[in-house]
């Protein structure tokens, strides 16, 4: 069975671009989390979507935004980027939002 | 506010010399104690779920029990292929948010 996907893989990008990175769940999922991984840290909590709908945010800025489509994959946008926004962007998928999540490989962007 | 702190932050082991890796938390209401692996540049990989005091849970050479207030993670006879970060998470009971909240991992490595 396919596990969690997540692209691009790897992303770079300048001060002040946009960026949109994609998670589709495993199969028959219906939640999606996204995390923020920095270097030496554990993952933080960014974003969790049930049924299209928003269940929890976490403390990250407004230029965080997120959505769940119909067929329950999930974009995550970033705004106005910062150097500080560089980490590993983790997504996980459970089948109800309660149950145990289950990460995907993870997408790795650099702003310079 | 949900914390969970892990120790030690690194651990060093010959091959076949046990130890364990510890997980204290602070949380509300438990809801679940989640186990992870993380290999360098990858996603975490679940291991465990605990739900209550004096639950235990085995997976080759690995034993995670659960306390009130801490997890630990045994590692009985460990291989070199058991080096990896163990990160530990708690979901917390209540409202509509499943988030899990990270410890900042464990980094073992196990020498041949």
């Known amino acids: 069975d396919a596990g969690v996907t997540q692209s691009p893989t790897h992303l770079i990008k300048t001060r002040g671009q946009h960026v949109t990175l994609r998670c589709s769940p495993i199969s028959g999922h219906k939640s999606v989390s996204w995390y923020q991984q920095v270097l030496g840290q554990g993952p933080q909590f960014i974003f969790q979507?049930?049924?299209?709908?928003?269940?929890g945010r976490g403390n990250f800025p407004d230029r965080f935004s997120a959505r769940q489509f119909p067929n329950y994959s999930s974009e995550l946008n970033v705004n106005a980027l910062l150097l500080g926004d560089s980490a590993l962007y983790l997504c996980?998928?459970?089948?109800?939002?309660?149950?145990?999540?289950?990460f995907g490989p993870g997408t790795r962007l650099t702003v310079l | 506010e949900d914390q969970v702190t892990q120790s030690p932050e690194a651990l060093r082991l010959q091959e076949g010399e046990s130890s364990s890796l510890n997980c204290s938390y602070t949380?509300?209401?438990?809801?679940?104690l989640f186990w992870y692996r993380q290999d360098p540049g990858k996603g975490p990989e679940f291991l465990f779920t605990?739900?209550?005091a004096g639950e235990e849970k085995e997976k080759e050479r690995l034993k995670a029990t659960l306390t009130k207030k801490e997890s630990f993670l045994h590692i009985t006879a460990p291989k070199p292929e058991d080096s990896a970060t163990y990160l530990c998470a708690v979901q917390a009971l209540g409202g509509s948010n499943y988030k899990l909240t990270f410890g900042k991992g464990t980094l073992l490595t196990v020498n041949p």
């Open positions: 949380v509300s209401g438990l809801r679940g």
């Open positions: 605990l739900y209550s």
């Open positions: 979507y049930y049924e299209k709908e928003e269940r």
């Open positions: 996980a998928s459970s089948l109800l939002p309660y149950n145990e999540q289950f």
